[in-house]
């Protein structure tokens, strides 16, 4: 049972009393009459990166987890070879390592003795693995195709060798089996003494039941000779330019208005040539930033261009400040915004698009300030880096917006001071929670989360302060963000804490007049809160449909909200803010027609519902409102594979009366409320 402070004892037996008597426990009070000056849907942003399988084996469809057949010398730690084992038993990741001995490489093995060894590919920093046989041989990988989606799959093959005792070309068997070996679809695949690449399509048999989530095979059936396997992509039949159908439809749905990529920290050790141009022709790299992590150069430039204009969002593009120079970051800028006829728009036109993407947020490293980071500096040197940067850039396409590295007020004002007026903006990272330890109390911690967002206007106003001091116009991109704990038994970046941590600092960005610019929550899939994709299944965690509450509504001109609500403790034992912290937190968005006012409100305490009294003063409102819900059976409620919808939407009708209304919001909830002319 949880110990009241005596203040905090006084207002629950008050607020008990108040339950009892059936009256509103708190009132909000909107006057759509009294307005800020609109918001930027760009607060409403994600964060994507290249670590572990947010892009590769997440939102790029391609299922194959060794797709360019790279040898385990390539890979930095075990761990990261085999994360995509059938079923993640140990049995299956010991036959992987058994294979990996007979030289196949990661994730490839066969189910007989056969040896394979690496061999270079087809072009630089590529490889192959070479299987040489006397008898037919079939090389296998574990893939998760999304068959209740779709029964089509299409398999691109580079390869190059000669059959035994053969004139004409060999030939090879792509198959498509169940986790038992029972084929579901085949293709034959020409193979010649040079390297060819092929694209075949399959119709998998749609009478064999395969349940979702269950692991299949794609086998490469080798006639006896000697053969060099280069690439082997499988895509299902329904990917959307590589990208993945649902993951596709999730941000289409939200109307997702803003995505940062490449990274995070592998930004700082990424070099964007090399991914751009034909893939057969892109350089495989291990990841620069994340142990254990390939960089298949699958996914570049154009590619997340791409997304970004399938789902109507705005690209921001983190460069790399850290081991990259000015003048590739000036060539990176050029390529995306300069006219065809310029080196690098040529260079473009060449890789096919030739009208410019016209990228205008553009942020000038990640994270220099920490020792983790590739090519880190302190404050000085980042400012006078920052310069030649921005600089560079500016000399490719003035019209760009530019973000600075921000960091605590301490680097901040160092910045500024260094660079000056070419500071635009400054970036702010919140991941707070890694040092919680496992047995922490699971409520004392999410109200201490509760406290510290509930605060975050202070944020706001600190690290913004040098910028003030300096004669700038304060201004902050909160460019990654997430609750970060490491244990599963706390409140987690997957949990519904992180979807009402968010909510109430989207809460402080809005009621900030625009000093806040973005936010980029973090991330998009199977990194932070937003999308996992487990064994191919896609599905919400609670934070998503707080990116899809907020983005997908209309509202963008913030009117009054004032609201008297209970109130709760927070000991500020792990995250540092202590005390009272109100029960209740909203803000209220006006359309610019004016015909549609849209409420948000956090019920932060995690124990109790709230009754609440909400009047609605200039804006004509209907007799009828629509609330949509998100509440979980606790602040650790969360989704997966198994049970996508434990958090989920939940929409109601509600009744308005002379512009009132009453609502109880459940615990450790976010309500929307649509309020029409």
């Given at each position: 049972?949880?110990?009241?402070?005596?203040?905090?004892?006084?207002?629950?037996?008050?607020?008990?009393?108040?339950?009892?008597?059936?009256?509103?426990?708190?009132?909000?009070?909107?006057?759509?009459?009294?307005?800020?000056?609109?918001?930027?849907?760009?607060?409403?942003?994600?964060?994507?990166?290249?670590?572990?399988?947010?892009?590769?084996?997440?939102?790029?469809a391609q299922v194959a987890a060794n797709p360019e057949f790279a040898p385990a010398s390539r890979w930095k730690g075990r761990d990261g070879m085999f994360y995509h084992s059938r079923r993640g038993a140990s049995e299956d990741q010991r036959h992987l390592e058994r294979a990996v001995q007979r030289g196949f490489a990661p994730h490839w093995f066969a189910e007989s003795d056969a040896q394979a060894r690496a061999v270079p590919g087809p072009h630089e920093d590529q490889d192959a693995m070479e299987v040489k046989a006397d008898r037919p041989v079939a090389v296998v990988t574990a893939v998760y195709l999304p068959v209740w989606r779709t029964r089509r799959c299409e398999l691109t093959l580079t390869a190059r060798g000669e059959a035994l005792r053969q004139t004409r070309p060999g030939s090879i068997t792509a198959r498509v089996a169940t986790g038992e070996g029972k084929p579901l679809g085949q293709a034959m695949v020409a193979v010649y003494p040079d390297w060819r690449q092929a694209t075949v399509k399959m119709d998998l048999d749609a009478t064999v039941e395969v349940p979702p989530g269950r692991a299949l095979r794609l086998e490469l059936h080798l006639p006896p000779g000697r053969f060099e396997l280069a690439r082997a992509l499988l895509f299902p039949g329904d990917h959307v330019r590589g990208w993945d159908k649902e993951v596709v439809d999730y941000l289409r749905?939200?109307?997702?208005?803003?995505?940062?990529f490449p990274g995070g920290n592998f930004a700082s050790g990424y070099h964007w040539k090399d991914g751009v141009g034909p893939l057969e022709k892109r350089p495989v790299r291990t990841n620069p930033a994340w142990p254990g992590v390939m960089e298949w150069g699958h996914v570049g430039s154009d590619e997340w261009l791409t997304l970004c204009e399938l789902v109507g969002a705005e690209p921001l593009i983190c460069v790399n400040a850290g081991d990259g120079s000015a003048g590739e970051a000036r060539q990176w800028v050029e390529y995306c915004n300069g006219p065809a006829t310029s080196e690098?728009?040529?260079?473009?036109?060449?890789?096919?698009?030739?009208?410019?993407?016209?990228?205008?947020?553009?942020?000038?490293?990640?994270?220099?300030?920490?020792?983790?980071?590739?090519?880190?500096?302190?404050?000085?040197?980042?400012?006078?880096?920052?310069?030649?940067?921005?600089?560079?850039?500016?000399?490719?396409?003035?019209?760009?917006?530019?973000?600075?590295?921000?960091?605590?007020?301490?680097?901040?004002?160092?910045?500024?001071?260094?660079?000056?007026?070419?500071?635009?903006?400054?970036?702010?990272?919140?991941?707070?929670?890694?040092?919680?330890?496992?047995?922490?109390?699971?409520?004392?911690?999410?109200?201490?989360?509760?406290?510290?967002?509930?605060?975050?206007?202070?944020?706001?106003?600190?690290?913004?302060?040098?910028?003030?001091?300096?004669?700038?116009?304060?201004?902050?991109?909160?460019?990654?963000?997430?609750?970060?704990?490491?244990?599963?038994?706390?409140?987690?970046?997957?949990?519904?804490?992180?979807?009402?941590?968010?909510?109430?600092?989207?809460?402080?960005?809005?009621?900030?007049?625009?000093v806040v610019e973005l936010v980029t929550h973090s991330a998009l899939v199977n990194h932070g809160g937003g999308l996992g994709k487990q064994h191919g299944i896609v599905y919400p965690h609670p934070v998503w449909w707080v990116t899809h509450l907020y983005a997908s509504q209309k509202g963008t001109v913030p009117v009054e909200a004032k609201i008297e609500s209970p109130s709760f403790e927070a000991s500020g034992k792990w995250l540092g803010r202590r005390g009272r912290v109100p029960a209740l937190d909203a803000v209220a968005l006006l359309d610019k027609a004016g015909k549609q006012c849209t409420l948000f409100v956090i019920n932060r305490d995690d124990e109790r519902a709230v009754p609440t009294e909400i009047a609605l003063a200039g804006f004509d409102a209907r007799t009828r409102a629509r609330a949509i819900t998100l509440a979980g059976e606790s602040c650790l409620s969360t989704n997966t594979a198994d049970a996508p919808r434990s958090v989920h939407p939940a929409e109601t009708t509600l009744n308005v009366s002379g512009g009132k209304l009453t609502h109880t919001f459940p615990p450790a909830s976010l309500t929307r409320i649509t309020f029409e002319k």
């Open positions: 049972m949880r110990l009241l402070h005596p203040v905090a004892a006084s207002c629950s037996l008050f607020f008990a009393s108040v339950l009892a008597l059936g009256a509103p426990a708190a009132r909000i009070a909107v006057d759509a009459a009294r307005r800020d000056p609109p918001i930027s849907r760009r607060l409403f942003g994600k964060f994507t990166e290249h670590l572990a399988r947010n892009v590769y084996l997440g939102a790029w749905r939200a109307s997702l208005p803003l995505l940062r690098m728009g040529k260079l473009r036109a060449a890789n096919g698009r030739a009208k410019p993407w016209n990228v205008r947020l553009w942020e000038v490293g990640n994270e220099l300030y920490g020792g983790w980071q590739i090519g880190h500096v302190d404050a000085g040197g980042y400012a006078k880096r920052y310069l030649e940067f921005a600089a560079a850039m500016k000399r490719a396409d003035p019209t760009i917006d530019l973000i600075a590295n921000g960091n605590d007020a301490r680097w901040n004002r160092e910045v500024v001071k260094g660079a000056g007026k070419a500071v635009r903006s400054l970036s702010a990272h919140f991941l707070p929670g890694s040092h919680i330890p496992a047995d922490a109390d699971t409520g004392e911690v999410f109200r201490d989360f509760m406290a510290w967002s509930a605060r975050f206007d202070q944020d706001i106003a600190s690290l913004t302060r040098p910028m003030v001091e300096a004669g700038l116009a304060p201004r902050l991109a909160v460019t990654e963000l997430q609750v970060f704990t490491q244990h599963r038994n706390l409140p987690r970046n997957v949990s519904q804490t992180d979807a009402l941590w968010t909510a109430n600092i989207l809460h402080a960005a809005i009621r900030s007049k625009g």
